[in-house]
């Protein structure tokens, strides 16, 4: 056959590439970077992580931990390249963003059954067998065109990327390292900050300068809509002074060596890299004024020379409304072979992401094969998300990741937290091997 399209080389797309390259199908995969930039991404790499650099807890009984376990056993190809690229971030599997990258555009062009292609697709390819997977960050020459197929226009809204600094900026006289609960271990620093300067931080945060809407941004109806997860501070520190000390801000666990008393509120910094050179501000996705963000951010203690790496900007997401439009397998419910991949599908999360791009590289392998796609089972955190975002209410879809909370109920419910969590951890566990075996 002749090789097949695939649109966009994030994180579903290149997934996708492998998983289909190692079955034997000749893909040509697209990306428009670097030629046609992005408002967030920074290179041309393959798999460029722009928001958090964390995939989320490993432990088995939480929800990312069960993800992972569920692509290790579907054979997913991205993950281990994350592991060999994973930096210290306490329970959590966080990257290198630069390397990770960089290692998956590598094997991407070493592969002889892919053909990385660098130019912007600005129509849905007409090929029997096609994979978008073009991501938040669409064109709008080929959004406009998913628009035309798919009847409805694509909804959008704004994800918020978090400050970064040096490490060598930073006053550790002041700042502390420690992990929330275990203060032996040091993947996280912290900002101890009294009532004063929180409050301080709160009125900043709601009165200070932001970037003006431009472009697109201002003449799109939806531009004030904000992802529930993805909230930029402002937005939330305005839901009410408490809002950030009871949400990421919040002291819990984390003790201040200096006076062993808990701080007012605390502002917690996770490594950037494995070597702790860099700090990501934790939950300060935010659009304001980067003269803004400087002045404020180094008003806190042990910041009052901080060197940023990055500041905080926000970027438009593009998805369609997956329940009009896909199937639970991701096949597009109109077009027999046309399979959508990564957050345009509506799901939410890095994890989830490369999941959507194995899952749609096996839709199709299905379809080139003359059988059916096949459904993983609801029990399985990967099936759930793909039958919550194909059966949703359309008039209020919006986007969604794996949590415990989309999968079915346990047919117990008076057991602790804990008990819920294993309980879903071996259901999914014993689902999936059942699927597998009875392939």
């Given at each position: 056959?002749d090789?097949?399209?695939?649109v966009?080389?994030g994180?579903?797309?290149?997934?996708?590439?492998?998983?289909?390259?190692?079955?034997?199908i000749?893909?040509?995969?697209?990306?428009?970077?670097?030629?046609?930039?992005?408002a967030?991404?920074r290179?041309?790499?393959?798999?460029?992580?722009?928001?958090?650099?964390?995939?989320?807890?490993?432990?088995p009984?939480?929800?990312?931990?069960?993800?992972?376990?569920?692509?290790r056993?579907?054979?997913?190809?991205l993950?281990?390249i994350?592991?060999a690229?994973?930096?210290?971030?306490g329970?959590?599997?966080?990257?290198?963003?630069?390397t990770?990258?960089?290692?998956?555009?590598?094997?991407?062009?070493?592969?002889?059954?892919i053909?990385?292609?660098?130019?912007e697709?600005?129509c849905?390819?007409?090929?029997?067998?096609?994979i978008?997977a073009?991501?938040?960050?669409?064109s709008?020459?080929?959004?406009?065109d998913?628009?035309?197929?798919?009847g409805e226009?694509?909804?959008?809204?704004?994800?918020?990327?978090?400050?970064?600094?040096?490490?060598?900026?930073?006053d550790?006289?002041?700042i502390?390292?420690?992990s929330?609960?275990?203060?032996?271990e040091d993947?996280?620093?912290?900002?101890?900050?009294d009532?004063?300067?929180?409050?301080?931080?709160?009125?900043?945060?709601?009165?200070?300068?932001?970037h003006d809407?431009?472009?697109?941004?201002?003449?799109?109806?939806?531009?004030?809509q904000?992802?529930?997860?993805?909230?930029?501070?402002?937005?939330?520190?305005?839901?009410?002074?408490?809002?950030?000390?009871?949400?990421?801000?919040r002291?819990?666990g984390?003790?201040d060596?200096?006076?062993?008393?808990?701080?007012?509120?605390?502002?917690?910094?996770r490594?950037?890299?494995?070597?702790?050179?860099?700090?990501?501000?934790?939950?300060?996705q935010?659009?304001?004024?980067?003269g803004?963000?400087e002045?404020?951010l180094?008003?806190?203690?042990?910041?009052?020379?901080?060197?940023?790496?990055?500041?905080?900007?926000?970027?438009?997401?593009?998805?369609?409304c997956?329940?009009?439009l896909l199937?639970?397998?991701?096949?597009w419910?109109?077009?027999?072979?046309l399979?959508?991949?990564?957050?345009l599908?509506?799901?939410?999360?890095?994890?989830?992401?490369?999941?959507?791009g194995?899952?749609?590289?096996?839709g199709?392998?299905?379809?080139?094969?003359?059988?059916?796609?096949?459904?993983?089972?609801?029990e399985t955190?990967?099936?759930?998300?793909?039958?919550?975002?194909?059966?949703?209410?359309?008039?209020?879809?919006?986007p969604?990741?794996?949590?415990f909370g989309?999968?079915?109920?346990?047919?117990?419910?008076k057991?602790?937290k804990?008990?819920?969590?294993?309980?879903?951890?071996?259901?999914?566990?014993?689902?999936?091997?059942?699927f597998?075996?009875?392939?």
């Amino acid at each position: 056959m002749d090789s097949l399209p695939i649109v966009g080389a994030g994180l579903a797309g290149s997934e996708a590439a492998l998983q289909l390259a190692d079955a034997g199908i000749p893909v040509r995969l697209f990306e428009m970077r670097p030629g046609t930039p992005t408002a967030a991404h920074r290179t041309g790499d393959a798999a460029e992580i722009v928001c958090s650099n964390s995939l989320g807890s490993f432990l088995p009984d939480r929800a990312g931990g069960v993800l992972q376990n569920e692509l290790r056993a579907l054979g997913c190809k991205l993950l281990p390249i994350a592991e060999a690229h994973a930096v210290p971030a306490g329970q959590a599997l966080a990257v290198n963003r630069d390397t990770f990258a960089a290692a998956v555009t590598a094997e991407l062009e070493a592969h002889p059954k892919i053909d990385l292609i660098r130019q912007e697709v600005k129509c849905i390819p007409a090929d029997d067998f096609v994979i978008l997977a073009s991501g938040p960050l669409t064109s709008d020459a080929l959004a406009s065109d998913i628009a035309k197929i798919s009847g409805e226009e694509n909804l959008s809204f704004f994800d918020a990327i978090a400050p970064v600094v040096t490490d060598a900026s930073l006053d550790k006289s002041i700042i502390f390292a420690a992990s929330r609960w275990r203060p032996e271990e040091d993947d996280y620093l912290n900002i101890p900050i009294d009532k004063e300067q929180y409050l301080a931080l709160i009125d900043g945060l709601i009165f200070g300068e932001k970037h003006d809407l431009k472009g697109f941004e201002a003449a799109d109806p939806r531009a004030k809509q904000f992802f529930e997860r993805c909230l930029p501070v402002e937005v939330l520190a305005a839901r009410g002074k408490e809002s950030l000390r009871f949400g990421p801000l919040r002291p819990v666990g984390l003790d201040d060596p200096r006076t062993r008393r808990r701080p007012y509120a605390v502002v917690q910094m996770r490594r950037e890299n494995k070597q702790g050179t860099m700090w990501n501000l934790v939950g300060f996705q935010t659009n304001l004024a980067y003269g803004e963000q400087e002045k404020l951010l180094r008003a806190l203690p042990g910041m009052q020379n901080a060197e940023f790496v990055r500041l905080g900007s926000m970027h438009r997401n593009t998805f369609v409304c997956a329940p009009k439009l896909l199937h639970s397998t991701l096949e597009w419910r109109t077009r027999q072979g046309l399979f959508l991949a990564g957050q345009l599908t509506g799901m939410e999360g890095y994890l989830g992401n490369i999941g959507s791009g194995l899952l749609a590289a096996r839709g199709v392998l299905a379809r080139i094969e003359g059988r059916e796609p096949q459904k993983l089972p609801v029990e399985t955190l990967l099936g759930a998300l793909t039958f919550h975002i194909s059966s949703a209410t359309a008039s209020s879809f919006q986007p969604m990741k794996a949590e415990f909370g989309i999968l079915p109920p346990l047919d117990w419910k008076k057991r602790t937290k804990e008990e819920r969590r294993q309980a879903n951890a071996d259901r999914s566990k014993k689902a999936l091997a059942d699927f597998l075996a009875a392939l």
